[in-house]
Each structure stands twice: as structure tokens, then as C-alpha cells.
């Protein structure tokens, strides 16, 4: 399964922005170093549920529909605070780095008020921009020093014993080859001078770990003009303005029967609430239709479709019925890569679809279609297999 860090300095907001995405209850406190031991939740990711376009009722099993949006599940973790010098143990960087190892992505949330320092205490009008160096500064350092270790474990062979010796980070041969393309390192013999370990880190990372920002606090005054200034560099992260207290009030009062609100929708619909309630969800609704939501639920989409280029496919085994064998109308929704083939697909419904695969049937299009077809963002694929 999909698996996202939820990273930052201390006391940006990263808890809250945790709780919103999953609903775990997790520490939140105005002080540095409230989470100390990882949290771990399931967030999901929006897709459009292909039941509408075809006319029938889904019965989801593996993902939720709601109003016609699949919800994808997807891990999320939130790790300890991160302070400068994280990669050589300071603060809780040692438990930090573990934690974000077998990630697939990371969310860094970014205090875009400017009221907290890079140790996470309060300040006037710190630079929102400066998180975003260190992070990836201490993450590339920490990725050198793992790699410093694996490639000598790799010293003198090739790209595959060096990818065997990066088997923690989940660091496949295609990010590793081109990762040394590059950093210009060869790994045709693995034999690296420090500078090229911490080119090829920093190169490793922006494939293994790919980052984005969530600019929270944006309610805050003066976090809009700090949100310019980080997307201000065309070359950088993707920045999504963030709201992450107004993301959890509304979670909480959906569950409780307030309001009824989709996560990632712009707005929702109060239905018993208060006079002060309502007046507390008027002011989340106004920040809402400033920014185009609270952004978490963007945040948690945009790390799997933009920073990891992931599509949502859906398998079936009966391709008239969109069904499994249960009668499970449009049972299952994976995500796989954006450059995934049919035979792909087979591997991660089954090892044995792709061990005896025949063929494949577009449910859409009713066409036969091959091993080496590649698929695209809502395809409704039916695998056949011999016995």
C-alpha cells in the first residue's frame, strides 16, 4: 500500500494535519517535540468511481464511495519533529529518519504564518521558505549516509547488489540507475568517492522521497503573502495552501451528525449544528471559499498523482457485470503507476493472473487487449488466466 510521511519541524501543525487526514487521534500541543513515537493512520485518495459513467450500483470492498468519489486507502504516517542537525541525532532525528525510511512520498507541513522558528518556538516573522531548504537538506544528508554504508557493502560489484543493499528505502533499479545518471556516477562497479555518495543521495532522493508542501496555518494573517513567496520558484515543490484545525473541526463534525461534509470538497452543508457551532463552521466556510477548501485532502491527492504520477485502476473478472466472482460490482480500486501495463496489474491482483496470463478485456471498449497494454487513470480492466 501507498505509504506518506507527514513531516516538518516541531509545532508546524503536522499532528493536526495528520488527525484531519485520518481521524487518529494524535498529540497536539503548542510546544516542540509533542509527537515522539510515530503515528500511523489511513488517509485515502480521490478517484472518480466509473459506477456513475456506467449506470450501476458499486460494492466497494478494498476503498469507500462516497457521492460517486472512490476513496483509495492509503498509509500515512507522522513522524517526530525534525530540527536542523536531525541527520546526526539531534533532537529526535535519528527516530525521525527510521520512521520516513519505507515512505513513499513525503508531505512536509510548512507553519506559512512564520510564527514558529526552525525548532518549532514562537517567532515574529520567521521565513516559511527556510523549512523547505532544511528538510531536504537533512534528508539528503541522512540519504548519504545510508547510501555511504550500502555502497560499500555493493564496493565492487553492481547497480543490482546496490539495490539489494537500498532494499529498506524501497529503492528500485529504475531510481537507482537514474539517480547515478544524474549525480554522473557509474554503477556498473560501485566504487564512490564521498562527494559522489552525496551527489547520488540528493540525486536518490528526489525520486525515492519526493516532496511537496503543505503551507498550513493559511488562516493565519500574514501566511498568504509567505504562500507567494513559496511558490514563488517555479522549480520547487508543489505548494498547497493548507488549513489544517478547519480540516479536523469539519472531519469531527461529519462523524458527530453537524454537517455533512466530503473531505476535499470545497464546501459542506451544516445539518444540526448551534448558534455557536454554526458561527465557528461560518468562519471555516469563509477561509474554505478563499483557498478552494482546507487543502488537506488536495495535499494527500496531490502527493500521489503529482509527486508519485500514480493512476486509479479497477479490476473486475466479469467485464458485462463489473464484477468479482461474488457479484461485487466495481469490488477494487489500485493505485499503480502512471506507466503501468496490464501484465502489472495482473501481478498486484494475484502473482498467479500474471504467472498464467492470457489476456485482458477493456470493460469500457469490450476490445481485447495484451500483456504489454498500457492502462490509463480510471481504466476497468478484466484479466483472463489459464488454470
Same mark, same amino acid.
Given at each position: 500500500?501507498?505509504?506518506?510521511?507527514?513531516?516538518?519541524?516541531?509545532?508546524?501543525? *503536522?499532528?493536526?494535519?495528520?488527525?484531519?487526514?485520518?481521524?487518529?487521534?494524535?498529540?497536539?500541543?503548542?510546544?516542540?517535540?509533542?509527537?515522539?513515537?510515530?503515528?500511523?493512520?489511513?488517509?485515502?485518495?480521490?478517484?472518480?468511481?466509473?459506477?456513475?459513467?456506467?449506470?450501476?450500483?458499486?460494492?466497494?470492498?478494498?476503498?469507500?464511495?462516497?457521492?460517486?468519489?472512490? $476513496?483509495?486507502?492509503?498509509?500515512?504516517?507522522?513522524?517526530?519533529?525534525?530540527?536542523?542537525?536531525?541527520?546526526?541525532?539531534?533532537?529526535?532525528?535519528?527516530?525521525? $529518519?527510521?520512521?520516513?525510511?519505507?515512505?513513499?512520498?513525503?508531505?512536509?507541513?510548512?507553519?506559512?504564518?512564520?510564527?514558529?522558528?526552525?525548532?518549532?518556538?514562537?517567532?515574529?516573522?520567521?521565513?516559511?521558505?527556510?523549512?523547505?531548504?532544511?528538510?531536504?537538506?537533512?534528508?539528503?544528508?541522512?540519504?548519504?549516509?545510508?547510501?555511504?554504508?550500502?555502497?560499500?557493502?555493493?564496493?565492487?560489484?553492481?547497480?543490482?547488489?546496490?539495490?539489494?543493499?537500498?532494499?529498506?528505502?524501497?529503492?528500485?533499479?529504475?531510481?537507482?540507475?537514474?539517480?547515478?545518471?544524474?549525480?554522473?556516477?557509474?554503477?556498473?562497479?560501485?566504487?564512490? *568517492?564521498?562527494?559522489?555518495?552525496?551527489?547520488?543521495?540528493?540525486?536518490?532522493?528526489?525520486?525515492?522521497?519526493?516532496?511537496?508542501?503543505?503551507?498550513?496555518?493559511?488562516?493565519?494573517?500574514?501566511?498568504?503573502?509567505? $504562500?507567494?513567496?513559496?511558490?514563488?520558484?517555479?522549480?520547487?515543490?508543489?505548494?498547497?495552501?493548507?488549513?489544517?484545525?478547519?480540516?479536523?473541526?469539519?472531519?469531527?463534525?461529519?462523524?458527530?451528525?453537524?454537517? *455533512?461534509?466530503?473531505?476535499?470538497?470545497?464546501?459542506?452543508?451544516?445539518?444540526?449544528?448551534?448558534?455557536?457551532?454554526?458561527?465557528?463552521?461560518?468562519?471555516?466556510?469563509?477561509?474554505?471559499?478563499?483557498?478552494?477548501?482546507?487543502?488537506?485532502?488536495?495535499?494527500?491527492?496531490?502527493?500521489?498523482?503529482?509527486?508519485?504520477?500514480?493512476?486509479?485502476?479497477?479490476?473486475?473478472?466479469?467485464?458485462?457485470?463489473?464484477?468479482?466472482?461474488?457479484?461485487?460490482?466495481?469490488?477494487?480500486?489500485?493505485?499503480? *503507476?502512471?506507466?503501468?501495463?496490464?501484465?502489472?496489474?495482473?501481478?498486484?491482483?494475484?502473482?498467479?493472473?500474471?504467472?498464467?496470463?492470457?489476456?485482458?478485456?477493456?470493460?469500457?471498449?469490450?476490445?481485447?487487449?495484451?500483456?504489454?497494454?498500457?492502462?490509463?487513470?480510471?481504466?476497468?480492466?478484466?484479466?483472463?488466466?489459464?488454470?
Amino acid at each position: 500500500m501507498l505509504s506518506i510521511g507527514i513531516c516538518g519541524k516541531p509545532n508546524s501543525g *503536522k499532528s493536526t494535519f495528520f488527525s484531519a487526514a485520518t481521524l487518529v487521534d494524535a498529540a497536539i500541543a503548542p510546544y516542540p517535540f509533542t509527537t515522539i513515537n510515530a503515528n500511523v493512520g489511513a488517509a485515502y485518495v480521490r478517484a472518480k468511481c466509473p459506477h456513475v459513467e456506467f449506470g450501476v450500483q458499486c460494492k466497494p470492498k478494498n476503498s469507500k464511495c462516497v457521492d460517486g468519489v472512490r $476513496l483509495v486507502p492509503t498509509t500515512v504516517v507522522d513522524v517526530a519533529g525534525l530540527v536542523p542537525g536531525a541527520h546526526a541525532g539531534r533532537g529526535l532525528g535519528n527516530k525521525f $529518519l527510521d520512521d520516513i525510511r519505507a515512505t513513499d512520498a513525503v508531505i512536509q507541513v510548512v507553519d506559512a504564518s512564520g510564527r514558529t522558528d526552525l525548532e518549532g518556538n514562537p517567532c515574529d516573522s520567521c521565513d516559511p521558505s527556510k523549512e523547505v531548504e532544511f528538510l531536504r537538506e537533512e534528508i539528503g544528508l541522512w540519504m548519504a549516509e545510508v547510501v555511504g554504508r550500502a555502497a560499500a557493502k555493493a564496493r565492487g560489484r553492481g547497480v543490482d547488489a546496490l539495490v539489494e543493499a537500498l532494499s529498506g528505502m524501497k529503492a528500485s533499479k529504475a531510481q537507482v540507475e537514474e539517480a547515478a545518471r544524474v549525480a554522473g556516477v557509474g554503477v556498473e562497479k560501485v566504487e564512490w *568517492k564521498a562527494e559522489e555518495v552525496k551527489r547520488f543521495a540528493f540525486a536518490l532522493m528526489e525520486k525515492n522521497k519526493p516532496m511537496m508542501v503543505a503551507a498550513n496555518k493559511i488562516d493565519v494573517h500574514g501566511a498568504e503573502g509567505n $504562500l507567494e513567496k513559496l511558490r514563488g520558484d517555479a522549480k520547487g515543490p508543489v505548494v498547497i495552501p493548507c488549513y489544517a484545525d478547519g480540516e479536523l473541526a469539519l472531519r469531527k463534525a461529519g462523524r458527530a451528525g453537524v454537517v *455533512k461534509y466530503v473531505p476535499g470538497a470545497v464546501d459542506f452543508e451544516i445539518v444540526n449544528a448551534n448558534a455557536a457551532q454554526a458561527e465557528a463552521l461560518e468562519k471555516i466556510r469563509a477561509v474554505m471559499k478563499k483557498f478552494g477548501g482546507t487543502g488537506v485532502q488536495k495535499a494527500v491527492d496531490a502527493a500521489a498523482y503529482d509527486l508519485l504520477k500514480l493512476i486509479v485502476v479497477y479490476p473486475v473478472q466479469d467485464a458485462h457485470k463489473l464484477s468479482d466472482n461474488f457479484g461485487n460490482v466495481l469490488p477494487d480500486a489500485l493505485l499503480l *503507476k502512471q506507466d503501468a501495463m496490464v501484465i502489472d496489474l495482473a501481478a498486484v491482483v494475484h502473482t498467479d493472473l500474471a504467472k498464467k496470463f492470457i489476456g485482458a478485456v477493456d470493460a469500457r471498449t469490450g476490445m481485447n487487449i495484451g500483456r504489454d497494454h498500457a492502462l490509463k487513470n480510471g481504466d476497468v480492466i478484466s484479466i483472463v488466466s489459464g488454470r
